[in-house]
């Protein structure tokens, strides 16, 4: 789907779900005119009436309830899908910095850290053993 027609679908949806082109216009910050040559542009892009306009009022047609119902669920899963990728590259960049006792054995340390990895393969681990003073410096 190309980004042109996931907009004109979010354009779509404001004017069944605000029942008013100028309320959804307005909604999603753009003028009267410019939504409802959006909606046009969209009926003519599936080629099929997908609104049918009487007296300033409106109805969905058939076809306008079928692209209504499922571009809601398209439309979900493309903010899910924007939400998740944000969040997977945030984790990228984020690193994790343990400081540990000189005089503590590493074996619990490893355990743990073996299973943040496992757990964030996208973070960053660090550990630093030293004394007290030290680890406040570099922490």
Do not use: W
Request: hydrophobic share 40%; with cysteine; glycine share 6%.
């Amino acid at each position: 789907m190309t980004f042109l027609l996931l907009k004109q679908l979010k354009y779509f949806t404001e004017v069944i779900t605000c029942q008013s082109f100028t309320d959804a216009a307005e909604k999603c910050g753009i003028s009267q005119s410019a939504m409802s040559q959006q909606i046009r542009a969209l009926e003519e892009n599936l080629d099929t009436e997908l609104i049918r306009r009487k007296n300033r009022k409106f109805y969905m047609t058939p076809a306008g309830e079928y692209f209504y119902r499922h571009g809601l669920v398209l439309l979900d899963e493309a903010e899910r899908l924007k939400k998740e990728t944000a969040r997977i590259g945030r984790q990228i960049n984020q690193r994790l910095r343990v400081g540990y006792s000189k005089y503590l054995h590493g074996t619990e340390l490893c355990r743990a850290a073996a299973l943040l990895s496992e757990k964030y393969p996208m973070m960053e681990l660090e550990t630093a053993a030293g004394y007290a003073e030290e680890l406040i410096d570099m922490l």
